[in-house]
C-alpha cells in the first residue's frame, strides 16, 4: 500500500508540469512594463500587449501606422483611411495609457471625422454619389478631402447614413476628452458631439425608445439589411446596436456636460439616456441576452435557435457588458449564452455571429466575401475581440482573455497582424502581402491592458476596478495611466477583497472591497498607488517606473546615433537642444523621442529578431521599421515647418531650433 502511494504521487509530481503552463510556477517575472510574482505566462502576455504600444524591435506596433499625411495614425499599409468601426475597440482599450505623441496622433485620425462631418449643406461625394449627410453625421471611413458618409461597400445605394457609426465616433471622442479633461478641447469637441447625439435622437422612436436605422445603419456594417419590406424593398428596424451604443456614448456626453458646468444639458442627455434604457427591454429575449434588431411589423432577428433569423448576434451583447450599459445579473446572463455556443469562437476569437446569417440582403451563397467566416458574416474583427475581452474582465473569465491574446500572438509572431480574420478567425484575409497590419489587431492587447483595472472616468473623478487573475499574487504595472494632467502607477498585492490602498504611501480612505475612487482634486500629479487585497505582502514604491515617457523594448547592445544616418543624428541634436531649452513637456519633443527610438529600434530589429521570421517575410519587415522612422521624421518635419509663421512664439522657436539643429 505505501509503495503504491509513493509511485501515485511520484505520477501526479511529475504529471502537473505537462498540464500545466511552463510559467504557471514562476515565483517573478520582470518584464519591460510589467513586474509581478504568480502565473507568469499571463505577466508575459500583459508585457507583450504593452509592448505593442511603442517601439519593439520583435512585435509590430503602434509606431508602424504613423501617417505623415494628416500627422496621425492610419488603418494599415493596405487601407489609406480611418474608419470608425475599426478603431473603435483598440482606440477605447488604449486611451487610459496611450501619451504624447500618439494622443495627438490619434486626435488628428478621429479629426478626420469631425472636421468633415455632416452639416446638412455641405456636399461629400464617394464614388457616382454626392451625397448631403445630415447635420451631426459621421461617417465609415476618412482621409483629408474624403469622407464616406455610409457604409461604403456591398449595395451602398441602399444604404443608411452612418448610424452606429455615429454613436461610435461620438463615445471614443467624449472618452478621450474625459481622460484629458482638457477645458480648451472640451469647448471646442462638446458642439460636435452634441450634433452628434442631436443627429441620432432622430431615429428615436417615441412610442417605444428604440432607434431606427436602414440597411448598413449598424457597426460591423453592412451585416445589417433592416428591414425588408413584403416588396422586396429594405427599410428601418429597431437596432440594438445602436441603442446600446447610443447609451453608452450617452453616458461619457453627460459627464463632459457636467466637467463643462451645463447643467440643463445633463438633465436633457440623462433624460435621452434613461429613456434609451427602458427601451432595452423590447430587444432582450427570455434567456436576458439581446436580439440584433426588431422589425416594425414585430418580427426578431437573432432569437439563437429560431426557425428564422435563429442566430446569435455578439456585438451588442459584449458591448453592453464591456461598457456596463447591463447590471451584474444580466452580464451574467449573456457571458452564459456566449459560453454555450463554441461555434462563436471556433478559434478563440470572437465571431460577429453564430450560424451564418439569412436576413443579409445578398445570399450568403453569392460570392466568397459574403460566405459565413469571411467578411461581415462570421469572420472575426479584433476591433470587436477588444470589446469581449473588456467584458470577460468584467465578469473574471480571466482565461478567455488568456486565450485570445495567445491566438493573436500566433499572427503577431509571423508579422501577420491582419483584419478581418477569415475562415472564422484562422487565417489572414490578405495572404498574398508579405506581411500584414491592421489598427484592428490592436485591440486584443490593447484591452488586456486596459481590463486589467477598467478605468471609468466621470467629471468628478476616476473609478479603479481591479480586476486580476487569481495566480498572480502581485503586479506592479511601471508605466503612466492618465488622469487629466496626472499620472498614475499602480500595483496590487494579494488576492479577492480590497482591504487597504495607499497613495504616495499614505492611507488613501475612498474605496470598497471591489474598487478605488480618485476625486481629481485629491489626487497627487504624481500617484503611486498601492492596492493591498487579502492575503497581501507590503509594496515598495516602483520610482524608475515613470523613467522615459515613452519606454522602448529592451535592447541588450548598445546603439550608436552615428551608425543611424544623418536623420538621427539631426533628431538626436534637436532633442538635446529642445531639452536644454526647457521644453521637455512639448508634443514635439515626444514626437523627436519616438522617432529616434524607432530608428534604434529597427536597428536592433534587424540584429535580433528578424532571423526569428518565417523566411518570407523578413525584408518586408526590416523595411517596415526603416520605413516608420522615416515617415516620423518627415511627419515632423513637416508639422515643424508649418511653424515658420505662426503666432505662437514657442512654435517659431521651435521652427528656429529645428532649423539649427543640423
Not at 93 to 120: K, Y
Not at 183 to 200: G, Q, S, V, W
Not at 329 to 350: N, T
Given at each position: 500500500?505505501?509503495?503504491?502511494?509513493?509511485?501515485?504521487?511520484?505520477?501526479?509530481?511529475?504529471?502537473?508540469?505537462?498540464?500545466?503552463?511552463?510559467?504557471?510556477?514562476?515565483?517573478?517575472?520582470?518584464?519591460?512594463?510589467?513586474?509581478?510574482?504568480?502565473?507568469?505566462?499571463?505577466?508575459?502576455?500583459?508585457?507583450?500587449?504593452?509592448?505593442?504600444?511603442?517601439?519593439?524591435?520583435?512585435?509590430?506596433?503602434?509606431?508602424?501606422?504613423?501617417?505623415?499625411?494628416?500627422?496621425?495614425?492610419?488603418?494599415?499599409?493596405?487601407?489609406?483611411?480611418?474608419?470608425?468601426?475599426?478603431?473603435?475597440?483598440?482606440?477605447?482599450?488604449?486611451?487610459?495609457?496611450?501619451?504624447?505623441?500618439?494622443?495627438?496622433?490619434?486626435?488628428?485620425?478621429?479629426?478626420?471625422?469631425?472636421?468633415?462631418?455632416?452639416?446638412?449643406?455641405?456636399?461629400?461625394?464617394?464614388?457616382?454619389?454626392?451625397?448631403?449627410?445630415?447635420?451631426?453625421?459621421?461617417?465609415?471611413?476618412?482621409?483629408p478631402g474624403w469622407f464616406v458618409a455610409k457604409q461604403g461597400d456591398g449595395r451602398v445605394d441602399i444604404h443608411d447614413w452612418g448610424m452606429e457609426?455615429?454613436?461610435?465616433?461620438?463615445?471614443?471622442?467624449?472618452?478621450?476628452?474625459?481622460?484629458?479633461?482638457?477645458?480648451?478641447?472640451?469647448?471646442?469637441?462638446?458642439?460636435?458631439?452634441?450634433?452628434?447625439?442631436?443627429?441620432?435622437?432622430?431615429?428615436?422612436?417615441?412610442?417605444?425608445?428604440?432607434?431606427?436605422?436602414?440597411?448598413?445603419?449598424?457597426?460591423?456594417?453592412?451585416?445589417?439589411?433592416?428591414?425588408?419590406?413584403?416588396?422586396?424593398?429594405y427599410d428601418k428596424a429597431y437596432l440594438a446596436g445602436l441603442s446600446i451604443t447610443t447609451i453608452a456614448a450617452l453616458d461619457r456626453l453627460i459627464?463632459?456636460?457636467?466637467?463643462?458646468?451645463?447643467?440643463?444639458?445633463?438633465?436633457?442627455?440623462?433624460?435621452?439616456?434613461?429613456?434609451?434604457?427602458?427601451?432595452?427591454?423590447?430587444?432582450?429575449?427570455?434567456?436576458?441576452?439581446?436580439?440584433?434588431?426588431?422589425?416594425?411589423?414585430?418580427?426578431?432577428?437573432?432569437?439563437?435557435?429560431?426557425?428564422?433569423?435563429?442566430?446569435?448576434?455578439?456585438?451588442?451583447?459584449?458591448?453592453?457588458?464591456?461598457?456596463?450599459?447591463?447590471?451584474?445579473?444580466?452580464?451574467?446572463?449573456?457571458?452564459?449564452?456566449?459560453?454555450?455556443?463554441?461555434?462563436?469562437?471556433?478559434?478563440?476569437?470572437?465571431?460577429?455571429?453564430?450560424?451564418?446569417?439569412?436576413?443579409?440582403?445578398?445570399?450568403?451563397?453569392?460570392?466568397?466575401?459574403?460566405?459565413?467566416?469571411?467578411?461581415?458574416?462570421?469572420?472575426?474583427?479584433?476591433?470587436?475581440?477588444?470589446?469581449?475581452?473588456?467584458?470577460?474582465?468584467?465578469?473574471?473569465?480571466?482565461?478567455?482573455?488568456?486565450?485570445?491574446?495567445?491566438?493573436?500572438?500566433?499572427?503577431?509572431?509571423?508579422?501577420?497582424?491582419?483584419?478581418?480574420?477569415?475562415?472564422?478567425?484562422?487565417?489572414?484575409?490578405?495572404?498574398?502581402?508579405?506581411?500584414?497590419?491592421?489598427?484592428?489587431?490592436?485591440?486584443?492587447?490593447?484591452?488586456?491592458?486596459?481590463?486589467?483595472?477598467?478605468?471609468?472616468?466621470?467629471?468628478?473623478?476616476?473609478?479603479?476596478?481591479?480586476?486580476?487573475?487569481?495566480?498572480?499574487?502581485?503586479?506592479?504595472?511601471?508605466?503612466?495611466?492618465?488622469?487629466?494632467?496626472?499620472?498614475?502607477?499602480?500595483?496590487?498585492?494579494?488576492?479577492?477583497?480590497?482591504?487597504?490602498?495607499?497613495?504616495?504611501?499614505?492611507?488613501?480612505?475612498?474605496?470598497?472591497?471591489?474598487?478605488?475612487?480618485?476625486?481629481?482634486?485629491?489626487?497627487?500629479?504624481?500617484?503611486?498607488?498601492?492596492?493591498?487585497?487579502?492575503?497581501?505582502?507590503?509594496?515598495?514604491?516602483?520610482?524608475?517606473?515613470?523613467?522615459?515617457?515613452?519606454?522602448?523594448?529592451?535592447?541588450?547592445?548598445?546603439?550608436?546615433?552615428?551608425?543611424?544616418?544623418?536623420?538621427?543624428?539631426?533628431?538626436?541634436?534637436?532633442?538635446?537642444?529642445?531639452?536644454?531649452?526647457?521644453?521637455?513637456?512639448?508634443?514635439?519633443?515626444?514626437?523627436?523621442?519616438?522617432?529616434?527610438?524607432?530608428?534604434?529600434?529597427?536597428?536592433?530589429?534587424?540584429?535580433?529578431?528578424?532571423?526569428?521570421?518565417?523566411?518570407?517575410?523578413?525584408?518586408?519587415?526590416?523595411?517596415?521599421?526603416?520605413?516608420?522612422?522615416?515617415?516620423?521624421?518627415?511627419?515632423?518635419?513637416?508639422?515643424?515647418?508649418?511653424?515658420?509663421?505662426?503666432?505662437?512664439?514657442?512654435?517659431?522657436?521651435?521652427?528656429?531650433?529645428?532649423?539649427?539643429?543640423?
Open positions: 500500500m505505501k509503495h503504491g502511494i509513493h509511485w501515485f504521487l511520484v505520477f501526479i509530481i511529475f504529471s502537473i508540469p505537462l498540464l500545466i503552463s511552463p510559467f504557471a510556477f514562476c515565483e517573478r517575472f520582470e518584464g519591460t512594463y510589467y513586474t509581478g510574482e504568480g502565473d507568469g505566462e499571463y505577466l508575459e502576455l500583459l508585457d507583450i500587449a504593452r509592448r505593442m504600444f511603442g517601439p519593439d524591435p520583435e512585435f509590430q506596433n503602434l509606431t508602424m501606422l504613423y501617417h505623415p499625411a494628416w500627422n496621425g495614425l492610419v488603418e494599415g499599409p493596405t487601407w489609406d483611411a480611418w474608419w470608425i468601426q475599426n478603431s473603435y475597440g483598440p482606440t477605447y482599450c488604449a486611451l487610459p495609457f496611450l501619451e504624447e505623441p500618439f494622443v495627438t496622433f490619434l486626435q488628428n485620425s478621429q479629426d478626420l471625422w469631425f472636421d468633415q462631418m455632416g452639416d446638412g449643406k455641405t456636399v461629400r461625394s464617394h464614388r457616382e454619389w454626392d451625397w448631403i449627410p445630415p447635420d451631426g453625421c459621421l461617417c465609415d471611413a476618412a482621409r457609426f455615429t454613436a461610435a465616433g461620438l463615445l471614443m471622442q467624449a472618452e478621450l476628452l474625459l481622460i484629458s479633461r482638457d477645458e480648451n478641447a472640451i469647448a471646442h469637441y462638446l458642439p460636435k458631439l452634441e450634433r452628434c447625439a442631436n443627429f441620432i435622437e432622430t431615429r428615436r422612436d417615441p412610442n417605444n425608445n428604440l432607434f431606427l436605422a436602414g440597411p448598413a445603419g449598424n457597426l460591423l456594417a453592412p451585416s445589417y439589411a433592416g428591414y425588408k419590406k413584403p416588396d422586396g424593398t459627464e463632459l456636460e457636467k466637467l463643462a458646468g451645463n447643467t440643463e444639458k445633463v438633465v436633457l442627455y440623462t433624460d435621452r439616456r434613461d429613456q434609451a434604457k427602458q427601451g432595452l427591454a423590447l430587444l432582450t429575449t427570455d434567456e436576458g441576452y439581446f436580439i440584433k434588431s426588431l422589425d416594425p411589423d414585430g418580427t426578431k432577428h437573432g432569437v439563437y435557435g429560431a426557425e428564422k433569423h435563429g442566430y446569435f448576434e455578439a456585438s451588442p451583447n459584449h458591448d453592453a457588458i464591456a461598457f456596463r450599459v447591463v447590471d451584474d445579473a444580466q452580464a451574467e446572463k449573456i457571458y452564459a449564452k456566449i459560453a454555450s455556443l463554441p461555434g462563436l469562437r471556433p478559434h478563440d476569437f470572437i465571431l460577429p455571429n453564430y450560424p451564418g446569417l439569412d436576413d443579409m440582403y445578398v445570399d450568403a451563397d453569392s460570392s466568397w466575401l459574403w460566405s459565413f467566416g469571411t467578411w461581415v458574416n462570421g469572420g472575426h474583427w479584433s476591433t470587436c475581440e477588444a470589446r469581449m475581452i473588456m467584458a470577460y474582465y468584467r465578469l473574471g473569465k480571466y482565461e478567455d482573455c488568456r486565450r485570445s491574446m495567445k491566438q493573436l500572438l500566433k499572427f503577431a509572431r509571423e508579422f501577420r497582424m491582419d483584419n478581418p480574420l477569415v475562415e472564422f478567425g484562422s487565417k489572414v484575409y490578405q495572404p498574398k502581402e508579405l506581411i500584414n497590419l491592421c489598427y484592428d489587431s490592436f485591440g486584443p492587447p490593447a484591452a488586456l491592458v486596459r481590463g486589467l483595472f477598467e478605468y471609468l472616468y466621470t467629471a468628478e473623478g476616476l473609478t479603479i476596478i481591479p480586476h486580476i487573475p487569481a495566480g498572480i499574487t502581485f503586479l506592479h504595472q511601471r508605466f503612466p495611466i492618465r488622469f487629466g494632467d496626472k499620472k498614475l502607477l499602480l500595483a496590487i498585492s494579494g488576492a479577492g477583497k480590497i482591504t487597504a490602498v495607499k497613495v504616495n504611501g499614505t492611507p488613501w480612505k475612498s474605496f470598497d472591497e471591489k474598487s478605488i475612487r480618485m476625486p481629481y482634486d485629491q489626487v497627487p500629479n504624481y500617484a503611486d498607488i498601492a492596492i493591498y487585497c487579502d492575503h497581501a505582502v507590503p509594496i515598495e514604491p516602483d520610482n524608475d517606473g515613470m523613467g522615459d515617457r515613452i519606454m522602448s523594448a529592451r535592447y541588450d547592445m548598445p546603439v550608436q546615433i552615428t551608425d543611424l544616418g544623418e536623420k538621427a543624428i539631426r533628431l538626436n541634436q534637436f532633442l538635446a537642444n529642445l531639452l536644454q531649452a526647457n521644453l521637455s513637456n512639448r508634443y514635439e519633443t515626444a514626437h523627436c523621442e519616438l522617432a529616434l527610438l524607432c530608428y534604434k529600434t529597427g536597428r536592433a530589429h534587424r540584429e535580433k529578431y528578424n532571423h526569428t521570421l518565417p523566411e518570407s517575410a523578413r525584408t518586408a519587415a526590416a523595411q517596415l521599421y526603416t520605413d516608420t522612422a522615416n515617415k516620423l521624421y518627415d511627419g515632423l518635419a513637416d508639422v515643424i515647418a508649418a511653424y515658420e509663421n505662426s503666432d505662437d512664439p514657442i512654435k517659431t522657436k521651435i521652427n528656429k531650433i529645428w532649423n539649427d539643429s543640423k
